[in-house]
């Protein structure tokens, strides 16, 4: 099937036509972010291809239909950039890669939980400076503190599950609780329990409307003092200007963030010789005790492999008739397949 393939970077080609060698799809790539303007590259071509940062509002989509679009397949796992009701009403079906490597976006949040910790990013500087001196780079033992995992799906319980082998006591919030995790010792508590209680904040549960903002004042006056914040679920859980000022009260002692509510703009563009013009993300960088990637937790080779594989196999399915065990279907908001697991 014809595929248009939007926001496509170099490693998108190199892993989406290798894993198409098998398939013999026709993909054609485009650099652009897919939005209401840009849609219209995809006339005629009946699958598009998006990632995290591509507006799937009712105006793309609407182009898209005309266009005579029927299928979108994310190569992400996370949908909230797509307008479902919208899709829904077009006559269009939505394909999402529900699994791919739990480990790339769990060991990128341990990463940077270790980072900010021993100030590994401020030792770095110093060294290579010929400052050896050890002030400011006071860390903690993980062993026996305690992290709070908000959502305990396939990402979070990965967290937990390598969290608790440092020896960390796991605090737990999720409507659906997960037995996985309750095997790693978890305690399952409401959030202002998990907020009070937790040295270590880390998100893992979808942006929609309930937990947009979840971090916000509120619940940032209900923290620890000096506890540390990580997010690489969505930008929008968290709310930037709350976090500043948590930041310069000390309430929140340290900061780790892969992914930011305002990142579209930024992220995945090279704007090393421009001026930033969102000064909520500028101050962010202005912290010593912040951390700040560019949304590649998911960027590794093996989920690269299996995020190219996952997508070109639910367009095979939607080409051949076959029944799409990773739509993302608007009645509920959630995808009602059994989920096939990325390669
Ligand atoms: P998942 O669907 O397996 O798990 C999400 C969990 O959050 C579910 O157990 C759900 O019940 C729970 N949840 C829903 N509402 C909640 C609430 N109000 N409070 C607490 N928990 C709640 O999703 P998965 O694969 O674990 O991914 C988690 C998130 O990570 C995704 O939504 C996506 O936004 C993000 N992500 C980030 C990537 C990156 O590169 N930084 C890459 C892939 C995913």
Redesign the pocket.
């Known amino acids: 099937m014809r595929i248009a393939v939007f926001s496509t970077r170099n490693y998108d080609r190199e892993f989406l036509s290798a894993a198409n060698s098998r398939l013999g799809h026709e993909l054609v790539f485009f650099e652009p972010r897919l939005t209401a303007e840009t849609a219209r590259l995809a006339a005629g071509i009946p699958a598009v291809c998006a990632f995290?940062n591509d507006e799937l509002g009712r105006g793309t989509l609407e182009i898209l239909a005309a266009g005579g679009t029927t299928l979108i397949a994310l190569r992400?796992?996370?949908f909230?950039n797509v307008d479902l009701a919208a899709a829904a009403e077009l006559g269009l079906r939505v394909v999402r890669v529900?699994?791919?490597s739990?480990h790339?976006?769990a060991e990128?949040t341990v990463a940077l939980i270790l980072a900010l910790n021993r100030k590994i990013h401020r030792a770095y500087q110093r060294v290579r400076d010929g400052n050896f001196s050890l002030d400011g780079l006071l860390g903690f033992d993980l062993n026996g503190r305690a992290v709070g995992v908000?959502?305990?799906?396939?990402?979070?319980?990965?967290v937990a599950g390598i969290l608790s082998g440092f020896g960390m006591c796991v605090l737990a919030?999720?409507?659906?609780p997960?037995e996985r995790v309750r095997e790693f010792g978890a305690l399952y508590v409401e959030?202002p329990e998990l907020f009070a209680g937790s040295d270590i904040i880390t998100?893992?549960?979808?942006?929609?409307a309930?937990?947009a903002h979840?971090v916000d004042r509120a619940a940032i006056g209900q923290m620890r003092r000096g506890a540390m914040l990580v997010n690489?679920?969505?930008g929008g859980l968290v709310d930037s200007k709350a976090v500043i000022a948590g930041l310069k009260s000390g309430r929140i002692g340290a900061l780790g963030l892969?992914?930011y509510e305002e990142e579209t703009e930024l992220f995945s563009h090279d704007l090393s010789g421009q001026i930033i013009q969102d000064d909520v993300f500028s101050r962010l960088l202005t912290f010593p005790n912040v951390i700040i990637t560019a949304?590649?937790?998911?960027?590794t080779a093996d989920?690269l492999e299996q995020i190219s594989t996952a997508t070109l196999l639910n367009v095979a399915d939607f080409e051949a008739g076959r029944p799409l065990v990773n739509e993302i279907r608007f009645e509920s908001g959630?995808d009602h397949g059994g989920g096939r697991r990325a390669a």
């Open positions: 995290v992400s796992a996370g909230n529900p699994a791919y739990p790339a976006v990128h908000i959502g305990t799906g396939i990402i979070g319980t990965t919030s999720d409507p659906f997960n959030l998100l893992h549960c979808p942006l929609v309930d937990t979840l690489t679920s969505r892969d992914v949304h590649q937790g998911y960027f989920a959630v």
